[in-house]
Nanobody, 123 residues
Framework: QVQLVESGGGLVQAGGSLRLSCAASGPIVTINTMGWYRQAPGEQRELVATITKGGTTNYADSVKGRFTISRDNAKNTQYLQMNSLKPEDTAVYSC?????????????????WGQGTQVTVSS
């Protein structure tokens, strides 16, 4: 019922920039914390950044100063601006959102995930 759709991945040279977007749709009542995670081949998924509904952000040490997470609550969309990209940033990036939605008269709260988008940084 609730869906997260990502866009903006691709291939970029080291030092370049990409902007990821993640739009949530469905019978959404409210979206709490949103975030981005990534998983490189052979590695575990790791947190990249999170942002609360009020705008408080948190970043992995490896991306601080280079990546910026933001959200547009009116559009139920979050963004990840990635600058000064490095080959080690290569991974599948997935968005996540803590969503409260309604089905009939019942409210649910679910941790929802996007399908993932590939980011490849060449050296």
């Amino acid at each position: 019922q609730v869906q997260l759709v990502e866009s903006g991945g691709g291939l970029v040279q080291a030092g370049g920039s990409l902007r990821l977007s993640c739009a949530a749709s469905g019978p959404i009542v409210t979206i709490n914390t949103m975030g981005w995670y990534r998983q490189a081949p052979g590695e575990q998924r790791e947190l990249v950044a999170t942002i609360t509904k009020g705008g408080t952000t948190n970043y992995a040490d490896s991306v601080k100063g280079r990546f910026t997470i933001s959200r547009d609550n009116a559009k139920n969309t979050q963004y990840l601006q990635m600058n000064s990209l490095k080959p080690e940033d290569t991974a599948v990036y997935s968005c996540n959102a803590d969503i409260t939605f309604r089905s009939g008269t019942i409210y649910y709260r679910r941790d929802s995930w996007g399908q993932g988008t590939q980011v490849t940084v060449s050296s």
